[in-house]
């Protein structure tokens, strides 16, 4: 059982990325995934969070408008797409994996409630 993040790298102020957390040994499907991060001297906070099987999608205030997250089940695959980055978006970005959510409870849960958690993806937003 694993899930991997993947996609960070360094990228211009206003410029894109797509981050993708990737399931092996479970069904995503079935999970409520949330995206998270952790700058440098900050604690972690939540961005993202889609709820399991065809359920909503939620976003941070400070992300609203940019970011959308969406799923591939044929890939076993949620993604987070993050559009106009901004030199604050810079962080270690990490997925995690939650069984039994109700949809509207998805974007309280904590990052110690997660089942499974990838190991982080390195964004840099910088000229």
């Known amino acids: 059982v694993q899930l991997q993040a993947s996609g960070g790298g360094l990228v211009q102020p206003g410029g894109s990325l797509r981050l993708s957390c990737a399931a092996s040994?479970?069904?995503?499907?079935?999970?409520?995934v949330g995206w998270f991060r952790q700058a440098p001297g900050k604690e972690r906070e939540g961005v993202s969070w889609?709820?399991?099987?065809?359920?909503?999608?939620y976003y941070a205030d400070s992300v609203k408008g940019r970011f959308t997250v969406s799923r591939d089940n044929a890939k076993n695959t949620v993604y987070l797409q993050m559009n106009s980055l901004k030199p604050e978006d810079t962080a270690v970005y990490y997925c995690?994996?939650?069984?039994?959510?109700?949809?509207?409870?998805?974007?309280?849960?904590?990052?110690?409630?997660?089942?499974?958690w990838g190991q982080g993806t390195l964004v840099t937003v910088s000229s």
């Open positions: 995690a994996a939650h069984y039994g959510a109700a949809w509207s409870q998805v974007r309280y849960l904590k990052y110690d409630e997660y089942n499974y």
């Open positions: 889609i709820a399991s099987s065809d359920g909503p999608a």
């Open positions: 040994g479970f069904t995503l499907q079935y999970y409520a």
